[in-house]
């Protein structure tokens, strides 16, 4: 098992930044893929970054040159710094971490982030 911990999210005015954390807990395997997933209401979950253990990076379309997304393997910690916050940003943010091949695969409980002036 592992369990998953987010903080940072809030309310932001359009164009602001906030930084999400996600510490991950328990049966961590050394090799896994840590992300961040948002969901708006009304539309599917989407990935918004994703990082491996060996700090390979992807990104949606939507977030690429605002977001980024970083990782301290010591303290099994993902972070997502996001900058230039738009409305459409907003949405409640969902921490994964799941090894490779996808076998374990957990959630956190996910924090809200809401851009409104």
């Known amino acids: 098992q592992v369990q998953l911990v987010e903080s940072g999210g809030g309310l932001v005015q359009p164009g602001g930044s906030l930084r999400l954390s996600c510490a991950a807990s328990?049966?961590?395997?050394?090799?896994?893929?840590m992300g961040w997933y948002r969901q708006a209401p009304g539309k599917q979950r989407g990935l918004v970054a994703s990082?491996?253990?060996?700090?390979?990076?992807n990104y949606a379309d939507s977030v690429k040159s605002r977001f980024i997304i970083s990782r301290d393997n010591g303290k099994n910690t993902v972070y997502l710094q996001m900058n230039s916050l738009k409305p459409e940003d907003t949405a409640v943010y969902l921490c994964?971490?799941?090894?490779?091949?996808?076998?374990?695969?957990?959630w956190g409980r996910g924090t809200q982030v809401t851009v409104s002036s």
């Open positions: 994964n971490w799941r090894t490779i091949s996808g076998h374990y695969d957990y």
């Open positions: 328990g049966s961590i395997f050394s090799i896994n893929v």
């Open positions: 990082i491996t253990s060996g700090r390979t990076t």
